[in-house]
């Protein structure tokens, strides 16, 4: 399993309908609301071996209200 980081810039009033629509698809691991430059921070781990960015633009790019997203890759966990 590979953990990875997205963090998610919401389209305005956005964020709680953005977040829940990513807890109903029951793919991520934890969802975070912050502040700043974007809204959301969303933990997911996948299956090693699973394309990353077909993951991120099949499963999170295909919730509405996503207005921009940065993928955070991590290798090892301490």
Do not use: P
């Amino acid at each position: 399993m590979q953990a990875l980081f997205v963090q998610i810039k919401c389209d305005l009033g956005k964020s709680y309908e953005v977040a829940a629509a990513i807890a109903d698809k029951e793919i991520s691991s934890e969802i975070y609301s912050t502040a700043g430059q974007w809204d959301l921070l969303v933990k997911f781990y996948i299956e090693d071996g699973i394309d990353i960015g077909h993951f991120v633009n099949e499963q999170v790019h295909s919730v509405a209200g996503i207005r921009d997203t940065l993928t955070i890759m991590t290798f090892r966990a301490f």
